[in-house]
C-alpha cells in the first residue's frame, strides 16, 4: 500500500469502525489490510474521538468491517470479495461526500 493513499484517509465524520475476521480463513488478507490502514496512528489522530475495534473470531465466519458515521449513517462491507483498496475507495468516497455535506450546513 503505497504512503499517499494512507494520508488522505481522514476519520473526522467516522463515529465508530467495527472489524471483524476468522484469522484461520484464506479471504481476510484485504480486511486486516483495511484495518491496518484506519487503525494506524496517523489516521487515528484524525478524529481521536472515532472507536475502532476489532474482533477476531474463529467460527469460519466472514469478514466484515462496519462503519458508523456521525450522522447515523451505516456502511458495512463484507471483505471477502473486496480488495482492500477498493474498500478504501468507498470508505473514502462517503467520508468525502460527509465532509462536504457538513461544510454545506455549516454555511447556511
Known amino acids: 500500500?503505497?504512503?499517499?493513499?494512507?494520508?488522505?484517509?481522514?476519520?473526522?465524520?467516522?463515529?465508530k469502525i467495527a472489524v471483524q475476521f476468522c484469522p484461520?480463513?484464506?479471504?481476510?488478507?484485504?480486511?486486516?489490510?483495511?484495518?491496518?490502514m484506519v487503525g494506524s496512528e496517523k489516521v487515528?489522530?484524525?478524529?481521536?474521538?472515532c472507536e475502532v475495534t476489532s474482533v477476531a473470531k474463529h467460527d469460519k465466519s466472514e469478514p466484515v468491517v462496519d462503519i458508523t458515521y456521525v450522522?447515523?449513517?451505516?456502511?458495512?462491507?463484507?471483505g471477502a470479495k473486496l480488495t482492500s483498496q477498493e474498500m478504501l475507495s468507498?470508505?473514502?468516497?462517503?467520508?468525502?461526500?460527509?465532509?462536504?455535506?457538513?461544510?454545506?450546513?455549516?454555511?447556511k
Open 44 to 49: 487515528r489522530a484524525t478524529n481521536i474521538n
Open 71 to 78: 450522522d447515523g449513517e451505516r456502511l458495512v462491507m463484507k
Open 24 to 36: 484461520f480463513e484464506s479471504n481476510v488478507r484485504a480486511t486486516r489490510e483495511f484495518l491496518a
Open 90 to 107: 468507498a470508505f473514502q468516497s462517503r467520508c468525502i461526500a460527509k465532509d462536504s455535506q457538513a461544510k454545506v450546513s455549516g454555511k
Open 1 to 15: 500500500m503505497a504512503a499517499s493513499s494512507k494520508s488522505r484517509v481522514v476519520l473526522k465524520s467516522v463515529k
